[in-house]
């Protein structure tokens, strides 16, 4: 039978366990081993049961247990520590304390989805992993963020197969009063809501949920309001469902309305306000909008701002990543289906329709009128923007250049910020605890968080045997956790257990053990290593040195390419030829992730360069000493040393024929495991270890590791983009906004007058001598702007074939007085000539005002006209 209404019923602790709540109620136990220890004491069999959740564990405890430890002396001292550390951890000063005045007083980091842990299940893949690792790294550096996403019903969907190993998706119900999770609450104790306005006079209401990630608060908003109708309740039902009305809402939901509940939050708790907000993606970027919004209503008896002076408040103090390297993965809406959503009729009415279309309109070729970017409106209302590895980031300036006509893509204003991954949450316990007697057991945790080169030095100084073995254990505990999910799975999958007695045989803890979990879309290639069943049939049954793969990812719900895949890779597993050597694990998450990246040997990464933005799921191996083989994308192709691993070369001059291409890569990859990998695995020195490969694993965990950590990302955010933004936000007053807004309104008036009309160099012929200086003379028209206005660059360096000039040197040319007879004003400045060979330079007008975050900020540059002068200089 079914039960008409469902209740939580709380455990009522007695007092001396009281402290056990808040410990289980702040989500820094799911990184701190001492925690997570205490825990399982409470009952190990129950501990397991719950799949190590805390919260789920007190409500399931006899009551008998619980007074038994309430009168346990060794058990209360426990809890006595780890209430008192978690106090410290909170209260205490930490590194952004210690950068001095001027820091942010907060910052709001905006993402449609959060990986935090299992036991909070609001996360589908790379995006949502990262986004916790950015407020776990955060609290542990003590940056105050304040984190806002959507509580999602339905979280992501549980994955199981069919018997023909078909992708089969369940959606269990999330009932928040089981998760770890309060309501915000008003001074009366009412539910704090935050509304939007739809159209046709309908609303949708949000509460807020907060969850506490050790120092950060992280909202949740929650549509399903008994007062909503029930398409507003179901806005939040599950991550990345429904059809675009649906997902626009949601994202309307995220972004405007999280910007309201990051008000109430700090109106009710006194929290400072935010000075910076971080979009990370474009599914939150209307959080903008509602910024702008406030900006230009009136309040305390003053007129609001104009939209133009509220862009540029709102643009200083905002940052936008993007995660996507192709324009197939940003969202778009159809402009009608936008327009009707914003308005006189529905959600901030204060802002012309027109406004807030222009935000998300694409430029530049292949631009499609009828639709609405997230990714542009994103751009356009951050001042700072960067994509997440130094690769992505160039793609992304490639990507985005139309939003900069005139400018060359290196010129594009969105930089890069490698992302990075929380050591402490992926670190196996017994990795973590290398190299302790280095560096004192007490300061284990921050040595892995933060990577300094005391850990290094302790864990270079580990002996290879000891590596070894802890490689060993590491592989064993994975061969018991591979073989107890494929048992769940097959009984899923409708096998009988008399049928299942050969998984007891699946894995071997001394075999080569390689990894690959992902999504799975196209681009990641989840059955590249299928493309000649024959060869990897006879690698994974070589007779002196067998490789055995571990596979998982889920696909799409919508995305039936991708399931067919899945099914592809699961019917080769099932072959009773080789399925004691290869497996799929359906139902990918971080409780199965965390088991995996430390058991594996080798991590494998076959994405369609570069198609991958960064990549985390191979760091996250490597801070457990597993070695990456990985083609040249994302981090992997700023930081891949022969040290660290291998790398997959790639045919990207055969992406016109994918067949061909993955042909050849997966040739490419067979070639390394058969030649290069598994012979140095298997390859034993003069003790009887495989001593070159410990000496990889050993520089992975000594020189890899520091630099994959989210602490280093999130240092960078604060120093290269939060630190500025809040500058800028604050330099951007009434006055200044109003000021700059002016400025651009018109230099975008009178900027088609401008013109480079003469340019002449000092040299008599078309060679020099290197170190000799050439004098510029430029004629520039400037119309209705003045030399104040603007800046005149000469911009020099190396060209080839096409007279293209790369890496340019800028120098700024000096006027020279007042127009000429014909009207324009004359500009000059030295060009240094100190480099041989072919060079080239030209000449450029750009906007220029003390309040612009950039040259290429406008979109606004004027090059020499034709037969303006001559472009090249060549010397010998």
């Known amino acids: 039978m079914k039960a008409i209404r469902r209740f939580t019923v709380r455990p009522v602790l007695p007092g001396p366990l009281a402290p056990l709540n808040e410990l289980a109620r702040n989500l820094r136990w799911s990184w701190h081993p001492p925690t997570r220890e205490l825990f399982r004491s409470v009952d190990p069999g129950r501990f397991e049961e719950t799949g190590g959740d805390p919260l789920r564990l007190l409500g399931c405890v006899p009551p008998a247990r619980l007074a038994e430890l309430a009168a346990e002396d060794g058990f209360l001292a426990r809890l006595a520590e780890a209430h008192q550390d978690l106090r410290g951890y909170l209260e205490g000063a930490r590194w952004y304390q210690e950068q001095g005045a001027g820091q942010p007083a907060a910052i709001a980091y905006f993402s449609p989805e959060f990986g935090i842990t299992a036991a909070l299940p609001q996360y589908s893949g790379g995006l949502g992993i990262l986004a916790g690792d950015h407020l776990k790294s955060a609290s542990d550096l003590g940056v105050p963020l304040i984190g806002v996403g959507l509580l999602y019903r339905h979280g992501y969907f549980r994955q199981s197969l069919s018997r023909e190993g078909w992708q089969q998706e369940h959606y269990p119900v999330l009932d928040p009063h089981e998760l770890p999770l309060h309501l915000l609450r008003e001074s009366d104790g009412s539910p704090a809501l935050t509304v939007l306005a739809l159209p046709g006079g309908r609303l949708l209401r949000a509460r807020i949920w907060q969850a506490q990630v050790g120092r950060v608060p992280l909202l949740l908003l929650d549509s399903a309001v008994e007062e909503n109708d029930r398409a507003a309740r179901e806005v939040t039902d599950r991550l990345y469902g429904g059809g675009s009305e649906h997902r626009l809402l949601q994202e309307m939901l995220l972004g405007i309305g999280g910007v309201r509940a990051v008000r109430a939050y700090c109106r009710l708790t006194g929290h400072p306000a935010p000075e910076v907000f971080h979009t990370n993606e474009g599914h939150a970027g209307f959080l903008g909008l509602e910024r702008l919004h406030e900006y230009t209503q009136a309040r305390d008896g003053r007129p609001g701002a104009d939209f133009g002076s509220a862009l540029e408040r709102v643009a200083a103090g905002t940052v936008f990543t993007t995660h996507t390297p192709v324009p197939a993965g940003i969202d778009r809406f159809e402009t009608a289906l936008v327009a009707r959503h914003f308005g006189p009729e529905a959600e901030l009415p204060g802002i012309e329709t027109g406004h807030v279309l222009a935000l998300g309109t694409e430029t530049g070729e292949g631009a499609d009128p009828g ?10 209302l951050a001042r700072r923007a960067n994509g997440v590895s130094q690769l992505h980031g160039r793609v992304s300036r490639e990507m985005f250049a139309g939003l900069w006509p005139g400018f060359d893509a290196e010129e594009v204003p969105i ?9 402490p949450t992926w670190t196996a316990p017994e990795v973590r605890a290398l190299g302790a007697r280095g560096i004192g057991a007490e300061r284990v945790e921050e040595a892995v968080a933060l990577g300094g080169p005391e850990r290094a030095a302790a864990v270079g100084a580990v002996p290879g045997a000891e590596l070894w073995e802890l490689r060993r254990t590491l592989r064993t505990q994975l061969v018991g956790e591979v073989r107890r999910r494929l048992w769940d799975s097959w009984r899923e999958r409708g096998a009988s257990a008399a049928e299942l007695g050969w998984i007891e045989r699946v894995f071997d803890p001394g075999i080569l053990t390689v990894g690959f979990a992902r999504r799975v879309p196209s681009y990641k290639r989840l059955t590249l290593m299928l493309r000649d069943p ?7 049954l070589h007779p002196e040195r067998p490789v055995q793969i571990v596979v998982a990812g889920k696909a799409h719900p919508a995305d039936d390419g991708g399931k067919r895949l899945v099914q592809a890779l699961v019917r080769f597993t099932d072959d009773p030829r080789v399925r004691e050597r290869i497996v799929f694990l359906p139902d990918y998450g971080m409780a199965m992730a965390e088991k995996l990246y430390p058991g594996c040997d080798v991590w494998l990464n076959n994405p369609l360069r570069p198609l991958e933005a960064c990549g985390t799921s191979g760091m996250k191996a490597a801070l457990n000493g597993c070695l990456n083989l990985s083609v040249l994308d994302g981090w992997w192709d700023e930081w891949y040393e022969p040290d ?8 990207d001059g055969d992406a016109a024929d994918e067949d061909r291409r993955d042909d050849l890569e997966a040739r490419a990859l067979y070639e390394l495991l058969e030649r290069r990998v598994a012979p140095r695995f298997y390859e034993r020195g003069p003790e009887g270890l495989p001593d070159r490969w410990i000496e990889m694993v050993r520089r992975t965990l000594t020189q890899l590791g520091p630099k994959v950590l989210a602490g280093r990302m999130v240092r960078e955010y604060v120093t290269r983009l939060y630190a500025p933004a809040a500058r800028a936000a604050r330099a951007m ?4 906004s109003r000021e700059l807004a002016w400025f651009k309104g018109r230099l975008r008036a009178a900027w088609p007058q401008v013109a480079v009309e003469h340019v002449e160099a000092s040299a008599t012929s078309a060679s020099a001598e290197v170190g000799s200086t ?11 702007l003045g030399p104040d206005d603007v800046q005149v660059q000469a911009l020099t360096g190396r060209v080839d074939s096409a007279d293209r000039i790369s890496s340019p040197t800028t120098v700024a040319l000096k006027p020279l007085g007042g127009p000429d007879l014909d009207g324009r004003l004359r500009y000059e400045g030295p060009l240094t000539l100190d480099r041989t060979g072919p060079i080239g330079y030209t000449v450029r007008v750009l906007p220029a005002h003390r309040l612009l975050g950039g040259a290429a900020e406008l979109g606004l540059v004027a090059w020499p006209s034709e037969g303006a002068g001559e472009s090249g200089v060549l010397l010998r």
């Open 644 to 651: 660290f691993g291998w790398a997959v070369p790639t045919a």
């Open 371 to 380: 639709v609405f970017n997230m990714a542009v409106m994103g751009l356009r």
């Open 733 to 736: 007053d009434e006055d200044a």
């Open 774 to 784: 050439l004098a510029l003379r430029v004629g520039v028209r400037l119309g209705e």
């Open 415 to 423: 930089t890069s910020i490698t992302n990075g991954v929380h050591a």
């Open 534 to 540: 024959d060869r990897l049939r006879a690698l994974l």
